[in-house]
């Protein structure tokens, strides 16, 4: 597509369910970023996709937190018995493949976030 | 990873250059200096990235001394629109590849 698309763009659960968040990220992106940001903090690394598999996890605070990206295009995040400290912006973003484009790769398209509200 | 540190806010006028510093002092020999911009309810936007010296795009300029230790975002005549969150990046190439957010530069242009 022409830009990241991120679905919902909001999203509003109660403590202890479960919830996907969808990325769709540019055509021909084979590296997949997903970001927590909260108010007035920058963005926060979870995990780094490089085509099909997650190249760096380390991001990711526990195990309730678990992302998929089974086909090297669309990617979710999934979070398991969500808590109120969930509550956050989570953005994606897509970009060029390092080996194809070591500088390429430095340049990464966001997408407009989906904000989690869980209470 | 090299972190930096930048100012937490800046304020400027309509129509003047604003120049926005970052200090990356543990940048390593193959890392990229980037900088983003992030409106309200927005993701980041990419501004421009340089290795050293001076980058200039359509939005900005970019000024790099030769140890590399810090970075000068430039914004030409800015306007209220420019108001926004500025974030200076290091990319480091490493076995894995992480980017390192701060808290940003908040800059208000006033009319």
């Known amino acids: 597509g022409a830009g990241v698309s991120q679905t919902p763009s909001n999203k509003v659960t109660e403590k202890g369910k479960y919830v996907e968040l969808r990325c769709d990220p540019i055509?021909?992106?084979?590296?997949l970023y997903w970001y927590r940001q909260s108010l007035g903090q920058g963005p926060e690394f979870l995990i780094y996709f490089q085509g099909t598999g997650a190249a760096d996890d380390s991001g990711l605070p526990n195990d309730r937190f678990f992302a998929v990206r089974p086909e090297g295009s669309v990617s979710t995040l999934k979070i398991q018995r969500t808590e109120r400290g969930d509550s956050a912006v989570y953005l994606c973003?897509?970009?060029?493949?390092?080996?194809?484009?070591?500088?390429?790769?430095?340049?990464?398209?966001f997408g407009a976030g989906s904000r989690l509200t869980v209470l | 990873l090299a972190k930096t540190t930048q100012p937490i806010s800046m304020d400027s006028y309509e129509g003047q250059e604003v120049n926005i510093t970052c200090s990356h002092n543990?940048?390593?020999?193959?890392?990229?200096i980037t900088w983003y911009q992030q409106f309200p309810s927005q993701g980041p936007r990419f501004i421009i990235q340089?290795?050293?010296?001076?980058v200039t795009n359509e939005v900005a300029s970019l000024f790099i001394p030769a140890d590399r230790k810090s970075s000068t975002l430039s914004l030409p005549r800015v306007s209220l629109s420019d108001t926004a969150v500025y974030y200076c990046l290091v990319a480091s190439y490493g076995s894995n590849y992480q980017l390192i957010w701060g808290a940003g530069t908040k800059l208000i242009i006033k009319p």
């Open positions: 543990n940048i390593a020999t193959n890392d990229y």
């Open positions: 340089g290795y050293k010296t001076k």
């Open positions: 055509s021909g992106h084979t590296a």
């Open positions: 973003a897509s970009s060029l493949e390092r080996t194809a484009s070591p500088v390429g790769a430095n340049v990464l398209t």
